[in-house]
Structure formats: C-alpha cells, structure tokens
C-alpha cells in the first residue's frame, strides 16, 4: 500500500516561493505507471489539481498555473516535490501529495495535506 | 477539459436514493473518478474509470456514463453519506454538497 506524507514550511512570505515534499513508501517513485500528483484545497472550497510527475521525470501542469509551478523527483530518497514561486494570498491552502497507479485511474492514495498559509 | 457537477446542494434523508451528475466539456471516454469528502478529511476514491468501484467502497455507491455525462448514484442514503462528493477527469467538478433534509 502506497504511503504519502507531505512536509516543508507552513508559512510563506508574499511574492516567494512555497516548497513542499511528499516522501513516498510502498512504492518507488522510479516504478512505471505511477502518476505522482500534487493538488490544494483552498480553505472553503474545492480540490484544484496542480500537476503531476510521472515516468520519472515526465511532468504536466494546471494551465492556470504552469508558469509558477515546478514538480521534480528525488529518486534518491524516493520523493517528489512542488515549488509554486511568487505566491500570494491567493495561494493560501491545504496542498496535498497523492499517487494513482496509472493514468485516470483515480487518486488512490493521498497525504494528510499541509496547510500553507501566505502572509508577511 | 472543464467539469460541471450538479446539483450544487442536495438534501436528502437517510434511505433516499441520491443521485449527482458531472458533464464534461468534451468527450473523454470513461476517464472519470469520483470522490468523497468531509470536512478537514482527505478525500477518498469511490469510484474510477466511471464505473469501477474502488476496492472498500459499499456497494450502494455506483457510476456510469461515458463520453460527455456522468452519474454518481448512492441507491441508500447512510448516515456516513452526509459530504461532498466531486468528479475529476484531471481537474474537478465544483462539488456537490450531501446535506441532511
């Protein structure tokens, strides 16, 4: 069974950049198929899908937020992560980690989600 | 490719057969899953490729539909049900809210 758990800073300054990491187990990030998928929740409202890695090092992006967003893998440790730069308030949410075991079919396994908050 | 859900609300009492629906701005085959979630939970997979029950998931949770129009149907509201539910193809549908009649 495949494990996710989100980590990094909760608290991100105006115009910088939120980093996030999701540390898999039961899985590799390396093993094919896999769709390695970070999306947010921002407080109220519904899920907003940000993009995924996948194919160890494929990625795809929300339009609406491709020209902030970067995912990328660390095999080494078997983890991927998000950067989303020049954030505002905007950005405020629960940013969750999640993997599907192929493409379409359903995020089946998720972290617990990290709330980030951005304020100065 | 956009998502709709309706209805945005629906209230419903324990027993009733609820049923939501999710159109797709463009076809795009069965590649749609359905979830559910309540608050301050992580959300949970019901359901993939439109129709294929997640393992776990009780069988009064069903899908169908392919191309542009789906349906989320529960055939007996439980007391457990009360949340909201989205679609998903690769973005979202808004949500639909389950409230209590």
């Known amino acids: 069974q495949v494990q996710l758990q989100e980590s990094g800073p909760r608290l991100v300054k105006p115009s910088q950049t939120l980093s996030l990491t999701c540390t898999v187990s039961?899985?590799?990030?390396?093993?094919?198929?896999?769709?390695w998928t970070w999306l947010r929740q921002r407080p109220g409202e519904g899920l907003e899908w940000i993009g995924c890695?996948?194919?160890?090092?494929?990625?795809d992006y929300n339009p609406s937020l491709k020209s902030r967003v970067t995912i990328s893998p660390d095999t080494s440790n078997n983890r991927f992560s998000l950067e989303l730069k020049f954030v505002t308030a905007a950005d405020t949410a629960v940013y969750y980690c999640?993997?599907?075991?192929?493409?379409?079919?359903?995020?089946?396994?998720w972290g617990q989600g990290r709330l980030v908050t951005v304020s100065s | 490719i956009q998502l709709t859900q309706s209805p945005s609300t629906v209230s419903a009492s324990v027993g009733d057969r609820v049923t939501i629906t999710c159109r797709a701005s463009?076809?795009?085959?069965?590649?749609l899953a359905w979830y559910q979630q309540k608050p301050g939970k992580v959300p949970k997979l019901l359901i993939f490729?439109?129709?294929s029950l997640e393992s776990g998931v009780p069988s009064r949770f069903s899908g169908s539909g392919s191309g542009t129009d789906f349906t989320l149907t529960i055939s007996s509201l439980q007391p457990d049900d009360f949340a909201t539910y989205y679609c998903?193809?690769?973005?979202f549908g808004q949500g639909t809210k389950v409230d209590m009649k």
């Open positions: 999640a993997s599907e075991s192929g493409a379409y079919l359903g995020l089946d396994s």
């Open positions: 039961g899985a590799s990030i390396r093993a094919g198929g896999f769709y």
């Open positions: 890695i996948f194919n160890s090092g494929t990625t």
């Open positions: 463009q076809s795009i085959s069965d590649l």
């Open positions: 490729k439109a129709s």
């Open positions: 998903q193809h690769q973005s």
